[in-house]
């Protein structure tokens, strides 16, 4: 078994080790959903997941969310689940602190390629599928 199975993550400490923006990590799984994080900052790109809900919780800073017909803005603490299937893309001025709960079969921008897309073994990394 996995010796993380067994100890605690910081998710804000394990974001604040991230070097690139945009460059999801995955830091741990439960059942079939990765727990992710994130440092965010300027604009993302527009996408959508077409199968799965969307997790944002803001551990540090504050992060927009936007919709097609809305904004959602958040600040530390705060939790914003985009459903499936609806097009939003976050921006966030100064950079943020963020953990994602998204199910493991979740593409990084959805259907859209772009040079900000990061494969679900990228985000993996070295240490691989923390459940295993």
């Given at each position: 078994?996995?010796?993380?199975?067994?100890?605690?993550?910081?998710?804000?400490r394990e974001a604040h080790k991230l070097d690139a923006h945009w460059s999801p990590k995955?830091?741990?799984?439960?059942?079939?959903?990765y727990v992710k994080v994130a440092k965010l900052k300027g604009d993302f790109v527009w996408?959508?997941?077409?199968?799965?809900?969307?997790?944002?919780?803001?551990?540090?800073?504050?992060?927009?969310?936007?919709?097609?017909?809305?904004?959602?803005?958040?600040?530390?603490?705060?939790?914003?689940?985009?459903?499936?299937?609806?097009?939003?893309?976050?921006?966030?001025?100064?950079?943020?602190?963020?953990?994602?709960?998204?199910?493991?079969?979740?593409?990084?921008?959805?259907?859209?390629?772009?040079?900000?897309?990061?494969?679900?073994?990228?985000?993996?990394?070295?240490?691989?599928?923390?459940?295993?």
């Amino acid at each position: 078994m996995s010796k993380s199975r067994y100890t605690a993550i910081n998710l804000e400490r394990e974001a604040h080790k991230l070097d690139a923006h945009w460059s999801p990590k995955v830091v741990g799984r439960v059942n079939d959903q990765y727990v992710k994080v994130a440092k965010l900052k300027g604009d993302f790109v527009w996408h959508k997941h077409d199968a799965e809900d969307e997790m944002f919780l803001v551990l540090s800073g504050s992060l927009k969310i936007e919709h097609e017909d809305h904004v959602v803005e958040l600040q530390q603490g705060d939790v914003h689940i985009v459903p499936r299937g609806v097009l939003h893309k976050p921006v966030c001025k100064s950079e943020c602190l963020v953990a994602l709960i998204e199910p493991m079969t979740t593409e990084h921008t959805g259907g859209v390629v772009t040079p900000k897309t990061k494969s679900i073994s990228d985000q993996l990394g070295e240490a691989g599928d923390p459940a295993e």
